[in-house]
C-alpha cells in the first residue's frame, strides 16, 4: 500500500513540475552583421581573396593541370552549366546556400591554406570513372562485412572496432562513391 501511495505522489508531483516556468528562456541571438571596409567591401571576403592570391592557388591549379583532366575525363565547364541553372532555379538550394554563408565563411581560409597539397589528388579523382566508384562501393560495403563478421564480440574494443568498421566502410565510404558515381555520370552525361 505504501508503494501505491508513493506511485501516486509521485505521479503528482511530475506533472505539477510540468507547468512550472523554466527559469531561464533562451531567445534568438541577432544575426551578426558582416564587417565591411571604407568601400563597402565584406572584409572576410576581402582577406579570403587576397589569401588566394598570395598562395597563387589559381596558379597552382593551372600546373597541375586540373582543367585539363577534367576535359579529357569530360568534364566541361559547359557540361556543368545545367547544374548550375538547376541549383539557381531551385528556392531551397539558394535558401540553405544563404543561410550557410556566413558559418561557411570563416572555414574557407582554412579550405584555400589546404588546396595546393588536395590538387595532385583531385586531378586524380577527376579521372575515375563512375563503375569504378560503384565498384569501390560494393567492395567497401563487402569489407564492412567481413570485418564485422570476423572481429568475435568478447570486448567492448572489438565492439567498437566492429561499430567504426561497420560506419566507415558500410556506410559511409559507399555513400560517398554512389553519390560520387552518379554526380560524375550527370556532369559527363
Do not use: C, H, W
Not at 577527376?126 to 564492412?144: D, F, K, M, R
Not at 567498437?160 to 560506419?167: D, E, F, R, S
Not at 558500410?170 to 562513391?177: E, L, M
Amino acid at each position: 500500500m505504501v508503494s501505491a501511495k508513493l506511485l501516486i505522489g509521485a505521479l503528482f508531483a511530475s506533472t505539477a513540475s510540468a507547468f512550472i516556468p523554466v527559469g531561464t528562456t533562451r531567445g534568438f541571438a541577432p544575426l551578426k552583421a558582416s564587417q565591411v571596409d571604407d568601400v563597402g567591401n565584406n572584409v572576410a571576403v576581402k582577406n579570403l581573396l587576397q589569401q588566394v592570391e598570395n598562395t597563387r592557388l589559381l596558379s597552382k591549379v593551372a600546373q597541375a593541370g586540373i582543367l585539363s583532366k577534367a576535359q579529357a575525363s569530360g568534364i566541361t565547364l559547359s557540361k556543368l552549366e545545367p547544374l548550375l541553372k538547376l541549383a539557381a532555379s531551385n528556392k531551397e538550394v539558394m535558401i540553405l546556400l544563404e543561410a550557410a554563408a556566413p558559418e561557411a565563411l570563416p572555414l574557407l581560409p582554412k579550405v584555400v591554406e589546404i588546396a595546393p597539397g588536395a590538387l595532385p589528388l583531385l586531378g586524380t579523382v577527376i579521372q575515375i570513372s563512375p563503375g569504378t566508384l560503384q565498384a569501390a562501393a560494393g567492395a567497401s560495403l563487402a569489407a564492412a562485412a567481413a570485418g564485422i563478421y570476423l572481429i568475435p564480440d568478447d570486448t567492448v574494443v572489438q565492439v567498437a572496432a566492429q561499430t567504426l568498421i561497420g560506419g566507415t566502410f558500410g556506410v559511409a565510404i559507399p555513400t560517398a562513391s554512389v553519390i560520387g558515381a552518379g554526380v560524375i555520370s550527370k556532369i559527363k552525361g
